[in-house]
């Protein structure tokens, strides 16, 4: 399918490191966060949702950390695989909002 | 599978044109978002639909317009397209009308080619 990440930021790594994507919101109202997978002719997926009561919560091999004091938010990948590879965009969204999507950030993963 | 139906995948069409795009829910799932994608705008939401009613709307043109139905599919209709419509047009579903616990299910898109 055609990218969707033609100008979208890029990480690229090394099979095996660990990744890490950042994403800045918006909102300082906003008390929920979702970091999406979306690969090349395909939907966004979920991969892990932290509140703001939180401030770490862990997956399998991924992990959110929010820092509400700077509206930060970031996502931890370890040992990164090539199937890791596709873009990932982190959303916000309000007590009674719908989820705003951030642009997105292009991760690489090389054998 | 995520379980969110849109029909068709591809679409080209000419300017002027008008299309509909469609979505099923996922079993069980009340709520209905629309998205456009862009590769300058990133993911932009248009418009959501919880239980038959509208209940939120984003950024989407008078041009366009969507309802859903008793059995909960919806519809997103296009009218008199442009260029600059053609995008990726995504459908997500939740059970609720708040995306609470995982968010949204989206389906794997419809890509509209205006020409």
């Known amino acids: 399918g055609e990218s969707v990440g033609l100008h979208l930021p890029t990480l690229s790594v090394q099979e095996g490191d660990n990744s890490i994507i950042n994403c800045a919101y918006s909102n300082s109202a906003s008390d929920y966060f979702i970091w999406y997978k979306q690969e090349s002719g395909k939907g966004p997926q979920f991969i892990i949702d932290i509140r703001s009561n939180m401030d770490k919560r862990q997956g399998q091999r991924v992990t959110v950390l929010l820092n509400k004091t700077v509206k930060h938010l970031s996502l931890q990948i370890a040992a990164t695989q090539p199937g890791d590879s596709a873009v990932y965009f982190c959303?916000?969204?309000?007590?009674?909002?719908?989820?705003?999507f951030g642009k997105g950030t292009m991760l690489l993963v090389s054998p | 599978d995520s379980g969110v139906t849109q029909t068709p995948k591809h679409l080209i069409t000419a300017t002027g044109q008008r299309v509909t795009l469609r979505c099923s829910p996922r079993s069980g799932d009340l709520s209905v978002y629309w998205y456009q994608q862009s590769l300058d705008q990133g993911l932009q939401f248009l418009i959501q639909y919880y239980n038959g009613e509208e209940r939120a709307k984003g950024n989407i043109l008078e041009r366009f317009s969507a309802q859903q139905f008793p059995d909960l599919h919806s519809e997103l209709n296009l009218s008199s397209l442009e260029l600059g419509d053609s995008a990726l047009y995504f459908c997500?579903?939740?059970?609720?009308?708040?995306?609470?616990?995982?968010?949204?299910?989206f389906g794997s898109g419809t890509r509209l080619t205006v020409v």
């Open positions: 997500a579903s939740s059970v609720g009308d708040t995306p609470s616990n995982y968010g949204y299910t």
């Open positions: 959303a916000e969204s309000g007590r009674y909002s719908t989820l705003t």
